[in-house]
């Protein structure tokens, strides 16, 4: 099965049990891709001693996820694409919803 994670929160500990079950879908032999938009284009900024989102982030890439960040909320924002967090847009997004089988929202 194929998820599909899109995440438009900027609250650490939702972004980091965002990640943290995206990675976890890999160990289940399933796949899944991240979208971010909004105030969640912010994720890589969420770092903390608690809510390691960094370090989920990074997880989740390692064990197999993409993630996509929407350039219009990126470019709100005065922020661009990382190595981490490459620019997507709304066909993205739409492609995302169109190809997983079930698609969550943090």
């Keep these: 099965m194929k998820i599909g994670i899109i995440i ?18 890999f160990t289940e032999g399933d796949e899944a891709e991240v979208f971010l938009t909004g105030k969640g284009v912010e994720a890589e900024s969420l770092d903390s001693g608690k809510y390691p989102v960094l370090r989920q982030m990074r997880d989740f890439v390692a064990a197999g996820g993409a993630i996509r960040t ?37």
Excluded: Q
């Design 8 to 25: 438009h929160s900027s609250d650490p500990e939702t972004v980091w049990n965002a990640f943290r079950y995206g990675a976890f879908v």
């Design 70 to 106: 929407c350039r219009s909320c990126l470019e709100l924002r005065n922020a661009g694409a990382t190595e981490l967090c490459p620019i997507g847009g709304l066909k993205d997004m739409h492609a995302l919803i169109k190809e997983c089988d079930r698609v969550v929202t943090f």
